[in-house]
């Protein structure tokens, strides 16, 4: 019996279980990098972005699945654009909402930020959810533009929603004076 | 092929270790004499302090600068956490308080360095890590001490 044991083990289940199991587990660095640096699969969570994500959040528990694109995310920001970032208040949770002003903009804000019009800092974003129930930019001011961690290019769940997130057709709010020196 | 997925992977792996453990950068610029000589110091910064993470008032950490469009680090040191009144040159006449989620930092060379007097509370989410030893121009490392 332990002869058996002895000249088995390289062959045996053991063996390659660890085999195996060592040269699938080596590939998880490479996927924790293509999560963090390229594109990430993930879940919407909140009302704040109703009615573009989560429209039945009242009636189900289902939440949308998107594809969030990590590549450069906060280069080139462009006023309609839906990003990820991390929490002014809470550097420890991510946040998603859509560019409505950049820098050099002039907004006119919504309760219960305190000052009616503000500009936009140089390096910074305005941010708003499209629903009513939303902590955005009107919370907590504009938010640096690197703390943004990526876009989301498209919406995987539910299948009668699928494809692309066309950002590029959203009709921005009125109450956006877009900075002059800028080139549309 | 082999040969490329075992590369691959070992640039994934290093990339995560210089991400999440510990990495090294170049230091330059007078805004923190004495502590940093002005060029040719390399920084040894603790990146399990990433977003602010342990950190506390007197640390050297290494941050975005808010303003800056190419995500310019900057390396100062913390005078406030959330809750903090600053008293120095603030924008708000006599002090405020440092918000929720934010750092003041200030670099040692007071006359020279650009940092939250000029552009504000840091967010926290914006810090890099926590600089806790440099490598000094004669190749010694030193500890950095709060």
């Known amino acids: ?184 | 092929f082999r040969v490329l997925f075992s590369t691959f992977k070992l640039l994934a792996f290093t990339h995560l270790f210089l991400e999440h453990v510990l990495s090294m950068a170049p230091a330059s610029g007078p805004s923190m004499l004495p502590t940093f000589e002005v060029v040719g110091e390399w920084l040894v910064v603790s990146r399990f302090h990433k977003y602010g993470n342990g950190v506390n008032v007197g640390d050297l950490v290494v941050y975005q600068i808010p303003i800056s469009t190419s995500g310019e680090l900057g390396v100062k040191r913390i005078m406030g956490m959330p809750g903090d009144y600053v008293l120095v040159d603030t924008p708000v006449p006599g002090g405020g308080t440092v918000p929720e989620g934010h750092c003041w930092v200030v670099g040692d060379n007071l006359t020279a360095s650009r940092d939250s007097r000029t552009f504000g509370p840091v967010p926290l989410a914006l810090i890099r890590g926590k600089v806790f030893a440099k490598i000094q121009s004669n190749w010694l490392p030193k500890l950095i001490r709060n």
């Open chain 1, 1 to 184: 019996m332990a002869a058996r044991w002895g000249t088995g083990i390289r062959n045996g289940f053991l063996g390659q279980f660890s085999h195996y199991l060592i040269r699938y587990a080596t590939w998880i660095p490479p996927l924790v990098v293509f999560n963090g640096w390229v594109a990430e699969i993930t879940q919407i969570n909140g009302p704040s972005m109703y009615p573009f994500f989560n429209p039945h959040h009242n009636e189900s528990t289902r939440r949308d699945i998107v594809l969030v694109s990590k590549w450069y995310p906060d280069r080139n920001l462009k006023r309609g654009m839906i990003v990820t970032f991390r929490n002014p208040l809470n550097p420890k949770g991510k946040v998603v909402k859509r560019v409505v002003g950049i820098a050099g903009d002039v907004i006119r804000t919504k309760a219960p930020y305190p000052h009616e019009y503000v500009q936009v800092p140089e390096g910074h974003i305005w941010v708003e959810g499209d629903g009513d129930k939303t902590k955005d930019s009107n919370y907590y001011g504009p938010i640096s533009a690197c703390l943004v961690t990526g876009r989301v290019t498209h919406i995987l769940s539910p299948w009668d929603r699928f494809g692309r997130v066309k950002w590029w057709e959203h009709n921005l709010r009125p109450g956006i004076k877009k900075a002059r020196h800028l080139l549309e």
